[in-house]
């Protein structure tokens, strides 16, 4: 199985196809100027400082525990460098009412509005993509249903991770489940603690749920 898995290994580097595999490169960390801040200390810590520029990463979790968040923390970091960026908003969910209390720069910021054509969605994408220019970009398929996103081309993601390559443009997943990151990504996985929701209110009667703790799970290419 070793032998076959090299050969495999082998002939996609040969073929300049190796950016789909996940041992393509050890991670080491990135200097300052090849990532994008998350904006969550506790997650940039782990990461060396962020996600990697020129790769594909995901950002995945069940609903409520805080995807877009994370992603309007990114942009509002990458805004205040006086980077432009974009989001690919597949069932036009974005609220940036909320976005601009995050700090988000709207200004620099282009908003794509899908009403759940995941198809036309990923064409959009890769326009912004070839265009090229932004800092961070984010495609939100996390209200995508599964059976939608896996009629895309199976070289969808490979073909990205190309366009991408090199270049200064983090892009980021957003989805309630796994489906595709670079060598060099990282998939950051939501989960809510149980039992550690924050509430408001003085009597049981008149409480409210404020907040949840969410913990970060980050898995890397190895």
């Known amino acids: 199985m070793t032998t076959a898995r090299a050969t495999v290994e082998s002939l996609l580097r040969a073929r300049q196809l190796d950016m789909t595999l996940t041992t393509a490169r050890p991670w080491v960390v990135e200097p300052e100027d090849r990532v994008a801040a998350t904006g969550v200390t506790d997650s940039d810590d782990r990461l060396g400082g962020g996600l990697r520029r020129g790769h594909l990463s995901e950002i995945v979790g069940p609903r409520s525990t805080g995807r877009t968040a994370v992603v309007c923390r990114m942009f509002a970091a990458a805004t205040a460098r006086g980077e432009v960026v974009a989001l690919v908003d597949t069932c036009d969910r974005f609220d940036p009412t909320a976005a601009r209390e995050a700090g ?76 595709a990151r670079s060598p060099g990504g990282v998939s950051v996985s939501l989960e809510a603690c149980a039992g550690r929701g924050r509430w408001s209110g003085a009597t049981d009667r008149a409480r409210f749920l404020s907040a949840l703790d969410i913990r970060p799970r980050i898995v890397a290419a190895q």
């Open 104 to 179: 988000l720069d709207l200004s620099r910021l282009l908003w794509i509005r899908e009403r759940g054509d995941a198809a036309r969605a990923l064409k959009g994408l890769n326009l912004v993509l070839q265009a090229g220019g932004f800092g961070v970009v984010a495609f939100d398929l996390a209200d995508v249903p599964p059976m939608a996103i896996r009629r895309f081309p199976y070289t969808t993601w490979m073909r990205l991770s190309r366009v991408i390559e090199g270049s200064q443009t983090a892009v980021v997943l957003l989805g309630a489940g796994r489906t």
